[in-house]
Every structure is written in C-alpha cells, then in structure tokens.
C-alpha cells in the first residue's frame, strides 16, 4: 500500500501501526500525520485504504514502463516509511468528561494515552513523544499551583516543550482565552462548561497553532535545535 501526499505527491509506504490505525477509523473521522518532506498534514479517512488497493479494470490504459535510469546511476528513491500516530497523554479523572475529551482527540486522528498520577505521566513523559498534553486541574487532587506534573511541564526544556500542545481543562478558565493560557505556561484553556464542544475548539485552535508555530518548529527541527 502506499499513500500520496496531497500537498508535494510524495510516496509513503505505511507502517503496519499507520494502517491498523486507518482500519479503526469509524466513518466520516480522519486521522492526520505529518508528511515527512513537506511536513505538511496528511489527511487519510476509512477510505484511504480502499482507494490505494483498487485494481486497474482492462479498460484502464496500463502503465508506461519504469524508469530504470538508477540502473546506469546506481542510486534510487526509496519510499519513505512513515510510523508514527501523533499520542495525546490525557490526564484527566476517569468518567463522562475523559470519554468526551477521548472521543474528541481521536476524531482529529489522535492516539489516546492516559496515566493515574503525576508520577506515571512523567514517566511516560521521558520515554514517549507526545504531540499534545491535556491535563485537568483536579487530576491530582490538588490546585494546579501545586500540581507536580503541571510544575514539571513548566520546567520543561523548550527544546522538548515547544512541540507539544499544552491544554488545560478545569471550571475556572474562560475557554480560547489566550492570555490565561499563556499565564498557566499552556497552549490552550477550557472550562469544564465546554468540553462538549472540545472537538469543534480543537479544530480552531490548533490549525490555528500550526498556521503560527508550524514552519517555525519545522525550520527548529530541521536544524537540530
């Protein structure tokens, strides 16, 4: 199976996670990764697999023959191989709200994690990658001045923090306001009265991040800072 870019027609091969990930998604959810060369969203839907695998009918005109030029050359093109679902660590106390915040996260073609303490989730923190981090001010049982793993994502190097998309959820914040969400070191603040609504907030809100930040963290780590 291999999937074109629909930005620079790149050809990328799929990983085994990438297509069992396709094969769970329900109708009319997507699931967005990031194009190796242009790092631009991919956007693949439950179809995607369908369409790459449909065979030619006898009354397609076949194919030219391949270009066999890197036989003199010696060198070729592979496919690239693109692996990773972008992971959402969600910190947030089991029941209604994480299953609205869970559903939301994975329509926009994120993968779930969760965690049970600061602990863990700092753990998890140093081993995996995580596009975004969504944490509630009453995961930990006390204010979020005094959350260890809110204290430990405000220590965080910028050379790792830049890249994750920090969301804070609680009954205290006045949801898009971008001050407050720049006052608690996040990306993003909600108030409990609209996490029904997360799903159409996200699909504002971190376009809206990638449109400011997006060719910056590109230009960042294509040089390794």
Known sequence: MTIICQNCSKKLKPSSKIIKGIERLAPGRTLRLPCPQCKE??????????????????????PPPPDITWLKEGTFEEEEVIEDIPQTLILVPPGRERDIITKAIESIGYQASFADSDEEAMEKMQFENFASVILHTEFSGESLEKSTFHTFMRNMSMLKRRFIFYILIGPDFSTLYDLEALARSANLVVNDREVPELLTILRKAIPRYEELFGSLMAEISAYGG
């Open 41 to 62: 969203p991919i956007i693949l839907d439950s179809n995607s697999l369908k369409s790459s695998s449909k065979q030619p009918t006898s009354s397609v005109k076949p």
